[in-house]
């Protein structure tokens, strides 16, 4: 199944979603519609909504999912807003000023205004979720967001830190990736009214394709190029975050490169950058981060295997082979 496939599964219910978003924006202060639809517009790939969507349509038939009265649609809208507020403070925290091909909200507009904005955004989710009339999806995202929060807190202190170990990045990426993919599935179904059981699944499965996802990402940041990732190459080892390649590549490669990679991470900058790739690419790092991707891409495609086989479960397990193969 191609990408369009994918979202040709639920192309109306996302059209919804995208007159959804752009009504929610709306505000009487001109700055705030203006850093809002700035990154909104910017391009991505909406995967969060897309897995709330996909995962209604995977418990409920088209009459059924009718009756919920668009209410799948405002729940991804959410999703989306949540995830452009963590984009708009997260540039911020690292200082980023390429986004999906075009400069970040924060280079652009400064600091104080996109921090401010991320805040509306985040304000703006909560009272949408208040229009769901689910305390069971508040809960989920509530929870959420103080997750997310806290494994950009851990990521912080991570960054400059040459002796992080794997379990602990692998916490720190759970929390800041991870959490909203999970919350995005997790919460589709509690809406949809699942069974324990399927609801469970489908938490799971969002859980290792956000692990996944963040994964290959980590690896893209390392043998992917400019264009395609729409940000800087090497943006990682700039601000001195200990990935899981560079983490392996510490335990596995000769004392002297690890040293330089140590090094590297205490300092931050792309100056060692073109022999650190060399190295994580000839001691097996790439591999192994690769061979953990496709572990949880297993291992979400496992979890949804109690869902009925339908053309929105066939999209799911299409979007976790789709999570390991992209270029960007």
Avoid: W
């Avoid at 851990?154 to 959490?179: C, F, H, W």
């Amino acid at each position: 199944m191609l990408v369009k496939d994918i979202y040709s599964v639920v192309e109306k219910d996302f059209e919804h979603v995208n007159q959804l978003i752009i009504e929610q924006l709306r505000s009487d202060v001109p700055m705030v519609e203006k850093i809002g639809h700035h990154i909104i517009e910017s391009g991505g790939k909406r995967m969060r909504p897309l897995l709330v969507l996909l995962a209604a349509k995977s418990l409920l038939n088209n009459e059924q999912l009718a009756e919920l009265g668009g209410k799948h649609a405002l729940l991804a809208s959410v999703i989306e807003f949540l995830h452009t507020a963590t984009l708009l403070h997260d540039d911020v925290v690292d200082t980023s000023d390429l986004r999906r091909g075009k400069a970040t909200a924060n280079a652009k507009f400064g600091n104080a205004p996109s921090v401010l904005v991320g805040d509306f955004l985040y304000s703006r989710a909560f009272q949408m979720m208040v229009e769901l009339g689910s305390m069971g999806v508040m809960d989920i995202l509530s929870n959420a967001t103080c997750v997310i929060a806290e494994g950009e807190v851990m990521q912080l202190m991570n960054v400059k830190n040459p002796d992080v170990g794997e379990d602990r990045y692998m916490s720190v990426i759970q929390g800041k990736t991870a959490m909203l993919f999970e919350a995005s599935s997790h919460a589709g179904a509690v809406l949809c009214q699942a069974t324990p059981e399927q609801a469970e699944a489908l938490r799971l499965y969002g859980h290792h394709l956000g692990m996944a996802f963040q994964l290959v990402d980590d690896v893209l940041d390392y043998v992917g190029n400019a264009e395609d990732l729409g940000k800087n190459v090497g943006d990682d080892l700039a601000e001195g975050k200990p990935t899981l390649p560079l983490i392996f590549a510490m335990q596995n490669a000769s004392e002297a490169d690890s040293t330089l990679i140590r090094q590297a991470i205490r300092k931050g900058g792309t100056e060692d950058l073109e022999k650190i790739v060399g190295i994580v690419q000839a001691c097996g790092a790439i591999d192994y981060t690769n061979q953990k991707a496709q572990e949880h891409v297993a291992a979400a495609k496992q979890a949804i295997t109690i869902l009925e086989d339908t053309q929105a479960k066939a999209a799911l397990e299409a979007l976790a082979d789709l999570a390991v193969s992209r270029k960007s």
